[in-house]
């Protein structure tokens, strides 16, 4: 797995993730940013993230135990305010982790500690309409579906974070 260089100058939805992925570094080692669904040539489906390096290739998100950590997000839609007052993202947050990695003094499933941790960093921007499960975290990738089973099973973990959050329109 590799890093995607940010952006210099983030705008929009761009700006609100990028802001969360730093205040996110503590507890998620490689952290991407918004995802689209990619297809293989079999029409599997995958999140995939834009380089980021000036060429038209992407990068394809997916599980592997050789690193502790990963996210990236989907952008679910916007709302423009009234009055220059921003808009609104309607956002999720995927995770995935191998516990053991993650913290291997930990002989236990410590992903309520890991969601709690990032939880707290959401709460602490004002995010609203705030939800998570570890139900049908990969359910709209069809590469994902496939491995699932083994995908989450333990050592590993995943889970996905719903909420909206309001950003501006200017920097």
């Known amino acids: 797995m590799r890093d995607v260089p940010t952006y210099s100058s983030p705008v929009l939805h761009d700006a609100v993730v990028q802001t969360l992925n730093a205040l996110l570094t503590s507890y998620v080692e490689y952290l991407f940013g918004i995802s689209h669904i990619g297809v293989d040539d079999e029409g599997e489906t995958y999140p995939q993230v834009y380089?980021?390096?000036?060429s038209t290739s992407n990068v394809m998100i997916f599980p592997d135990n050789r690193v502790k950590s990963f996210c990236f997000w989907v952008l679910n839609g916007a709302e423009v305010l009234d009055d220059d007052d921003g808009m609104v993202y309607d956002l999720t947050f995927i995770f995935w982790g191998n516990l053991e990695r993650i913290d291997q003094s930990k002989n236990y499933d410590h992903t309520s500690e890991i969601q709690q941790s990032i939880l707290k960093v959401f709460k602490g921007q004002d995010v609203t309409e705030l939800s998570y499960t570890q139900e049908d975290v990969f359910v709209d990738y069809t590469?994902?579906?496939?491995?699932?089973?083994?995908t989450l099973m333990r050592p590993n973990t995943g889970f996905k974070i719903s909420f909206k959050i309001q950003g501006s329109v200017c920097v």
């Open 51 to 54: 380089n980021n390096d000036g």
């Open 143 to 150: 590469k994902y579906l496939e491995q699932e089973r083994q």
